[in-house]
């Protein structure tokens, strides 16, 4: 619906040569910041058993690199609240003004094997149980 509304009141015009341009290189920027990201996030996901072992038995290495990323390293992890720990990794979506109230966020902790083998009804509760070890293993980590 946003697409559409938005595409009926744009006038057409093409971007100018040098404004494109531009465009193209930010672009190009932005990929390889990426691909120097995913970079940085492989190479600590592969140090994460000497790093964290704690943190990595618990959650894995994978979500373990993500979290400690995302926190801005293992010490910040420790100093956050387990609530914050737990809403690592989620997204805003832009629903266009409908409600968020049957919008799921999608977290790192839920990509986490425990998370995927516990029955729906239970995951509320184990999600919250991975934010609080989390956080104490990267306290003792």
């Known amino acids: 619906m946003v697409v559409s509304v938005t595409a009926s009141t744009t006038s057409g015009k093409p971007l100018p040569e040098h404004a494109l341009q531009r465009t193209l290189e930010a672009c190009d920027r932005t990929l390889d910041l990426d691909s120097a990201k995913k970079k940085v996030l492989d190479f600590v996901e592969s140090r994460m058993k ?6 990595s038995a618990i959650v894995g290495s994978t979500v373990a690199a993500k979290l400690m990323c995302s926190a801005g390293g293992l ?6 609240h387990a609530d914050s720990v737990g809403n690592l ?3 805003r979506k832009n629903l266009a003004g409908f409600s968020t109230a049957t919008t799921s966020r999608f977290c790192y902790i839920e990509e ?4 995927q083998s516990t029955p729906p009804s239970l995951r509320e509760e184990v999600h919250k149980l991975l934010a ?3 956080t104490l293993a990267a306290r003792v980590d």
Do not use: Q, R
Not at 50 to 55: E, F, G, K, Q, R
Not at 75 to 80: D, H, I, K, T
């Open 89 to 91: 990794g989620a997204k």
């Open 112 to 115: 986490t094997e425990i998370f």
């Open 50 to 55: 000497y790093i964290a072992p704690n943190l």
């Open 132 to 134: 609080n070890k989390s």
């Open 75 to 80: 010490s910040s992890m420790a100093c956050m």
